[in-house]
């Protein structure tokens, strides 16, 4: 065979043929469809018992594998479409695409397969790089769709472990910018862990640091969040009182600075700064407030395709209804709220939603119903709860309703932190 022949067959090994991309076409549409149908299983699976209950879930899990597989072989064909493309690059490519996918009614469950397939792939990957000019911004896409991860499926300790990283290569490299964001990026960590006061102390390295020019606002939006975040969490220790109601209002004065500051035009902030002072308004018992601010951040996430978005404000809408006397509507937010979390592969806001009816449940005396919810809450859960653990204590006892308050939902910047990162690193170039 010549060398010409041989080289031949090569660009037939490295290109697509128009075959294969009429399949990625056919193969994206096709993913479309399964993701469609697991959802609409999922939905009618949930509620029921017994066999019905188990051959939906099966036949759910059997398409999203199979979807999953269609993503995972159009993504090799693209990859094997770029040339001379270093695999940092490659992999911050399509760690990108998935982020973007994560939360969204755009493969987001298949998303969560992804990231929970490759996060150890992409931490080594960041472990093996030296942080060089040339390939930092790809490092910092890395660490960027870890951090979406790593808050939707809550790992505080492996947020914190990518904030030192980070920081590492930012001082390596001399990029102030990246600093900034890794201290405010350990805070965030900080928080998870119930640090409150290491988080108050990164986010002030975060101010100290802070870069100027056209992406300063979007960083500064985000430590106004969090130290909002940080206030509710005080608000959480403190018994009801002066210092519970003081934190509360900081909370919302942080917010209404982040509003302010908000970079222009961005969907997903107006629904995450919408929703924690939805939040707000529920630790001050404002039922009306909360709708006043769920209400439009439902319709804004709706718009923007994000099912994250959209279920967490319904699982809030569905505590006010509960805090106005409304347990009909309360129940039926919560089931709504429920499908959406578990179309995302959201297993802490599906966990918190089979609470919430759980805990309904036991108030209402239908304490089979509440058990059986309960335990399906217990089982989603990354980590315990102790408001859980005594309603399902009342349970199985059969004894009275504890006198506790229920988990009071949390909205972590999300979305909306990705894409103002993106602008972030644009404007470092």
């Known amino acids: 065979m010549s060398e010409e022949e041989d080289k031949a067959l090569d660009r037939q090994d490295e290109e697509p043929s128009r075959t294969q991309v009429f399949f990625l076409f056919v193969g994206g549409v096709v993913s479309g469809v399964l993701t469609d149908l697991v ?207 003081e934190a509360v209002l900081n ?18 902030a107006d629904v995450a700064i919408a929703i924690n002072l939805a939040v707000v308004h529920l630790y001050q018992h404002d039922g009306e407030g909360a709708l006043d601010q769920l209400r439009p951040a439902l319709a804004r996430a709706t718009a923007a395709g994000d099912l994250s978005g959209q279920a967490h404000a319904l699982e809030l809408m569905g505590v006010a209804a509960w805090m106005r006397r409304n347990p009909h509507e309360a129940g039926s937010r919560w089931e709504h709220a429920a499908h959406l979390y578990a179309e995302v592969d959201e297993r802490e806001g599906h966990a918190r939603c089979l609470q919430h009816l759980g805990s309904a449940a036991v108030t209402e005396g239908d304490l089979d119903k509440a058990l059986d919810l309960l335990e399906q809450s217990s089982m989603l859960r990354t980590s315990p709860s102790e408001i859980l653990t005594k309603y399902l204590d009342a349970a199985r006892r059969t004894s009275e309703l504890p006198v506790v308050a229920d988990d009071p939902p949390r909205r972590t910047p999300g979305t909306w932190l990705r894409r103002a990162f993106r602008r972030f690193v644009g404007g470092l170039k």
């Not at 910092?140 to 505080?156: F, T």
């Not at 500064?220 to 519970?244: F, I, S, T, Y």
């Not at 909370?251 to 997903?268: C, N, Q």
């Open 39 to 245: 959802s609409q299983l999922l939905s009618q699976s949930f509620g029921q018992r017994g066999i019905v209950q188990w051959v939906g879930y099966s036949v759910a899990g059997l398409l999203v594998l199979v979807a999953f597989a269609l993503w995972r072989w159009r993504s090799r064909i693209v990859r094997r479409r770029s040339q001379g493309v270093t695999p940092l690059h490659a992999a911050a490519e399509e760690a990108e695409q998935w982020m973007i996918a994560l939360g969204s009614d755009a493969g987001g469950m298949a998303a969560a397969e992804w990231f929970a397939l490759n996060e150890d792939w992409l931490r080594k990957l960041l472990a093996s790089e030296k942080g060089q000019n040339a390939a930092v911004d790809d490092f910092a896409r890395i660490c960027d769709a870890l951090e979406a991860w790593y808050v939707r499926h809550p790992d505080p300790d492996a947020l914190l472990q990518l904030s030192e990283l980070l920081t590492t290569t930012a001082e390596a490299s001399g990029r102030r910018g990246l600093a900034e964001l890794a201290a405010a990026r350990a805070a965030t960590a900080y928080r998870m862990l119930g640090d409150l006061d290491a988080a108050t102390t990164r986010l002030g390295v975060s101010s100290n640091i802070a870069a100027h020019g056209r992406t300063a606002a979007a960083l500064k939006m985000r430590r106004q969040v969090e130290r909002a975040l940080l206030h509710l969490a005080r608000a959480d220790r403190a018994p009801a009182g002066n210092d519970r109601d």
């Open 251 to 268: 909370a919302r004065d942080r917010l209404d600075d982040a509003r302010l500051t908000r970079p222009g035009p961005d969907l997903a």
